[in-house]
Structure formats: structure tokens, C-alpha cells
């Protein structure tokens, strides 16, 4: 029988990797993205007209905060929630649109879901921001201390997912640690950092370099969110991260050698909102989702820079 399955946020940079994944996989999938403001949409609407090719994926251009969701739903098996308005920096200045496109789309998706007849799990994509400078490693039975609007909107929705959870609807939240690879969002560090080292640039750095990341290849991540959709996962928040913590100084160097010369940085005040270090404990995703990380940073951030090499160069030959 068919398998049906709706993804919001499909034209993002995660949700769009994922429904490759589960096309490939023979999934019928209606994805539901917004193409918001929160970065150039033509890098969405590029990912959604890729994805349009297979005739397995039928594309909703709708708020998920707003458009009717009962027919989106109807035949679907599987939800997974990734539709939401990323970026820590950004949420100071426009708290209303987080809250908008994480907390109110999150609570009217949870609600449909629960009408909708054949959905039997939701997968929701949280944040490691929820931690906050939480003591190392992150657990996710510990504390919860967003420092910015951004992670208190994704702890809100977190929840709503997680209380929701009962016999007929099963919701789960995974906890993404910093995400990146080919297709990563352009606000996001490690990809300002490779475009400015491959332009001859300075790269803008916020504080001294030592902060540090537990990032995680957009392979694994969408493989992890794959697994929760039939793992014992029912109610439970999960951490999912790459399994190694990185300084943006040990980032530095390593772009050094894959772009052949040295980066130059100019460093300015941390920024408010910032975490200084993130670190999962990946206990409850090895025995809840026999998840492990694959791809290790040195492999994981050469296929970014390529991406973004190949990306440079295409842009320079059509002029665009
Ligand atoms: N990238 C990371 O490192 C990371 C880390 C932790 C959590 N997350 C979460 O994972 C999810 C995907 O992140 P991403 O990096 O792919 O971001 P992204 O911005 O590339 O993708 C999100 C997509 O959701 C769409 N969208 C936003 N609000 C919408 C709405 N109200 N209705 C319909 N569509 C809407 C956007 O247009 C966008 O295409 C987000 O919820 C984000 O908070 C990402």
C-alpha cells in the first residue's frame, strides 16, 4: 500500500534533505513551506522545484500558522514537523514572527494531527537552544534555560508536541545540535565562515574563538529523524548530535587547509543569545533510536565547501 507523509519546512535546508530521503525510500510526501523571509526565498523555491520533479511529492505553499490543515492531513501517516523560523540573533528583533512560525504553526499542526485520522506519529525538530549554558553534556532530563527568544519559542513548541503525546497520536522532539553541510542556511556560521574564506574575505567572528559547537552532518540528522518516526521514542525529548565538540578556532584552521590559504578574522563582542559551548549526551539516541553520528566535522564541513566552491563557481559563469 502507499505510505503518506506530510513534511513542513520541506524547502528548507533540513526538511528538503529529508523528503529526498523519503522519496528515495517510496514514500508519497506532501510538503508544506511558507518560502518565509528568513533568508533569501530563492534558495527555497530552488529546493522545492528540485524536489517537484518526482511525481511521488506534491508541494503545499501555505502558512502552516494559518492555511486549513484537516485535507494536508487526511491520508497521512507520518508527520514530521520542521517548518519554523531559525537563527538566535535575529529573535531579539522579532520575537512575534518566532513566536508566529514556531509556537502558534506548532500548536495548530499538534491540534490537526489529532483530528486527523491515520497519523499515528509526529516528529518535531527542536533545538539544542533550548539548553542553554546548561552544564556539558546537555541531557535532556536537565535544565531548560533558553537565552533567546528563538530557543524559548522552540522549548514552548516542544512541549506542546511532547503533551499531546497519548495512545492515538505518539509525538516526539529531537533536539538538533547546529546542523551544516551542503544546502546549509546562509546565516548560519560555518557556512558565512567558508564563503568569506573562499571569496578572500574577512570572516566576521563573534567572540574569541574558543566557544564550541557539537555539530551535526545534515545526513545524520535527517537519518535520526527518520528513525524516530517508528522508534520507542513516544513522548520523549531526544538529543541528537554529531558526538564531538569543535572551537570555532579548530574551525579556522581546518577551512585553512581546505580552502589552501589563510583565513583572516576579525573578531567582535560575543553575541547575546549565544550559547558558549553545546555538547550532547547521546545516550537516550543510542538506546531509543540506535543512532550514531556517521560523518565525521573534517569529512562533513570539505562536502560544505566544495558545495559552496561549486556553488561560487556556477554563479559565476551564468552571471547570477
Ligand atoms: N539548522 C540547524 O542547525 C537547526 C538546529 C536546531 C533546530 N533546527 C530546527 O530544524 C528546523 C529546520 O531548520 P533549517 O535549518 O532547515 O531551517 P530552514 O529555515 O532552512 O527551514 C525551515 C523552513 O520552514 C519554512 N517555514 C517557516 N515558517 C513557516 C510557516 N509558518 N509555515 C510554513 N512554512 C514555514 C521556511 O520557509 C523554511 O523553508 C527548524 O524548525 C529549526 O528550528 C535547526
Redesign the pocket.
Known amino acids: 500500500m502507499d505510505r503518506r507523509c506530510v513534511v ?8 528538503s534533505r529529508l523528503v529526498g530521503m523519503l522519496l528515495d525510500e517510496g514514500w508519497w510526501v506532501a510538503g ?5 523571509d ?2 533569501d ?1 530563492e534558495e ?1 523555491l530552488a529546493r522545492a522545484e528540485l524536489l517537484r520533479s518526482n511525481p511521488r511529492y506534491h508541494h503545499v505553499t ?4 494559518e492555511t486549513d490543515l484537516d485535507a494536508i492531513l487526511e491520508d497521512a501517516e507520518v508527520v514530521y514537523h ?5 537563527g538566535v540573533r535575529d529573535s531579539f528583533d522579532i520575537p512575534l514572527k518566532y513566536h ?3 509556537v502558534l ?1 506548532t500548536t495548530r499542526l499538534v491540534h490537526a494531527a489529532r483530528r486527523a485520522p491515520a497519523v499515528r506519529r509526529l516528529v518535531y ?5 533550548v539548553y542553554g549554558n546548561a552544564a556539558l553534556p546537555f541531557r535532556e532530563e536537565g535544565p531548560t534555560t533558553p537565552l533567546s527568544p528563538y530557543g524559548q519559542t ?1 522549548l514552548v513548541a516542544e512541549r506542546v508536541c511532547l503533551d499531546a503525546n497519548d495512545a492515538q497520536l505518539e509525538t516526539t522532539a529531537l ?6 553541510g551542503p544546502g ?2 546562509p546565516d ?1 556560521g560555518l557556512r558565512r565562515f567558508a564563503e568569506a574564506a573562499l571569496e578572500g574575505r574577512e570572516i566576521s567572528l563573534f567572540g574569541d574563538g574558543t566557544q564550541s559547537r557539537d555539530f551535526t552532518y545534515v545526513d545524520d540528522i535527517v537519518r535520526a529523524t527518520r528513525l524516530a518516526a517508528e522508534a520507542d521514542v513516544a513522548g520523549l525529548a531526544v538529543n541528537v548530535g554529531g558526538g564531538t565538540r569543535i572551537s570555532l578556532n579548530e574551525v579556522f584552521e581546518l577551512l585553512a587547509e581546505l580552502t589552501g590559504g589563510p583565513v583572516s578574522i576579525r573578531r567582535e563582542p560575543f553575541a547575546r543569545g549565544d550559547a558558549r559551548h553545546t555538547g550532547a549526551d547521546l545516550t537516550r539516541a543510542h538506546e531509543r533510536l540506535s543512532f550514531q553520528a556517521h560523518v565525521d566535522f573534517a569529512d562533513g564541513y570539505a562536502a560544505e565547501v566544495a558545495w559552496l566552491g561549486e556553488r561560487s563557481r556556477v554563479a559565476l559563469r551564468t552571471g547570477s
Request: aromatic residues 14%.
Open positions: 513542513t519546512g520541506a524547502a528548507g535546508f533540513i526538511g508544506v513551506d511558507a518560502f518565509t528568513s533568508y526565498p527555497k501555505a502558512d502552516v500558522a520542521l517548518a519554523g523560523r531559525p508566529h512560525d514556531n504553526a525538530a527542536s533545538s539544542s537552544s522552540k533536539r538538533y545540535f547546529t546542523v551544516y546549509q542556511r548560519m
